[in-house]
């Protein structure tokens, strides 16, 4: 049997589904470490684990070391430490380091979390990214904004998921940005040449070192555009033809992006930009899996579970690479103004044009607080074998559907 322990500092919703995936795979005996007590598992959940280590801070080595120790001392050798989530991947490389346990080291996770390093690692190896600099205080931000020109983008280095991400378009945008947030050696900020250009993703599963399967993605708008414009509602794209063309470009350079980043055997989400002339550029690569429902959307599209082909790959290394089948989407309610959920406008309407494209659906619940994220306070996902059908039903849900707020902060 394999003991498997997993890192997972609290059970949200989407975190138990990684959690369940690995604990159903035959011959894994699962521990599971959190910052949560047992009991607020499932109960079928919590009857399928080996064992469950409570610790203070699940982010902290110095906790996550004697617990993983302890449960190798009662359970048995720990062939696998996982997590799902960005913030982990540094801490697990650092227990892996310390106990042995075969998988991504720290180094290699501090070269996908740092996006500084890891645009520096990109750009020695020949990968293309956007131009970029560790800035760490006001006197290197101006230097580089004459080097690279604007419109710059500033992002934190550890940062996912647009969180702290500002388009500043010209000289004062960036006076502005420095008296906010003043960079300093304790708190550098990473600035960025500002790609123009259409957003995509790409996950990739990487085996021994050799990428084996992707699944490429199309964004509407770019997040940095939803973050900017609190009106607009973000969609997803997965074409049925997975395997366009179009895609050549990026497979390869995600490929080398991997190999030259140090990615063994896992699953990874990369963003890139498709350029006016062509070219590609990547923005950054996380080795984890992606979030935002896209798991649940390679889930709909490949009809497959991926939750489980995650678990498969980083627990047994193996993948058995599924063709796309359908077109798959989804649509991110985005409550217009702060405050809470007032009503929902829309629906019925909806329901009538889309119900039976729609495969899953979380809607903003009255009275929910806004979410502050481009990913809105819910979503709707859809399916279909044309991708046409898909495409023109997303545009008329963020059309049709709109989530009011009580436009007042709190």
Not at 177 to 190: I, N, R, V, W
Request: proline share 7%.
């Amino acid at each position: 049997m394999l003991h498997v322990v997993f890192v997972a500092p609290f059970f949200l919703p989407t975190t138990l589904r990684f959690v369940r995936a690995a604990a159903i795979l035959p011959g894994v005996g699962l521990s599971l470490i959190s910052q949560e007590p047992s009991e607020r598992l499932p109960a079928e959940l919590r009857a399928r684990l080996l064992a469950h280590w409570r610790v203070r801070d699940a982010l902290n080595p110095a906790e996550l070391i004697p617990a993983a120790g302890e449960l190798a001392r009662r359970h048995g050798r720990v062939h696998r430490l996982i997590g799902a989530l960005e913030e982990l991947q540094v801490p697990l490389g650092t227990v892996r380091d310390h106990l042995g346990v075969p998988g991504m080291t720290e180094q290699t996770a501090k070269n996908f979390r740092d996006k500084s390093l890891m645009k520096t690692v990109l750009q020695r190896q020949g990968v293309p990214c956007a131009r970029h600099r560790l800035i760490e205080s006001a006197e290197q931000a101006h230097e580089f904004a004459e080097q690279a020109g604007f419109p710059l983008v500033t992002k934190p280095p550890a940062g996912s998921g647009s969180r702290q991400t500002f388009r500043l378009d010209r000289p004062e945008h960036l006076r502005e940005y420095l008296a906010a947030y003043p960079p300093s050696p304790e708190q550098p900020t990473l600035l960025e040449q500002f790609l123009v250009g259409e957003e995509h993703s790409i996950e990739t599963v990487t085996i021994g070192g050799k990428a084996v399967w992707h699944s490429p993605s199309d964004y509407f708008p770019t997040p940095l555009e939803v973050m900017r414009e609190p009106w607009i509602q973000w969609c997803v794209l997965l074409r049925r033809e997975a395997e366009d063309a179009r895609y050549d470009a990026i497979k390869n350079a995600a490929e080398r992006a991997l190999q030259v980043l140090g990615m063994d055997t896992g699953v990874s989400h990369t963003e890139w930009f498709g350029l006016a002339d062509g070219r590609v550029a990547i923005s950054e690569v996380g080795a984890r899996p992606p979030g935002a429902q896209f798991t649940t959307l390679i889930s709909y599209a490949y009809d497959i579970d991926f939750y489980r082909g995650w678990a498969e790959v980083v627990i047994l290394g193996r993948f058995d690479s599924p063709p796309r089948r359908f077109a798959a989407g989804a649509a991110y309610l985005r409550g217009q103004g702060g405050g809470r959920v007032r009503t929902i406008r829309g629906l019925d309407d909806a329901q009538r044009k889309l119900g039976p494209l729609v495969v899953e659906a979380k809607l903003p619940a009255i009275g929910q607080p806004a979410s502050g994220s481009y990913e809105g306070e819910g979503y709707v996902i859809l399916r279909h074998p044309e991708t046409h059908v898909v495409a023109e039903g997303l545009s008329r849900l963020i059309r049709t559907v709109r989530v009011e707020m009580s436009g007042q902060q709190e």
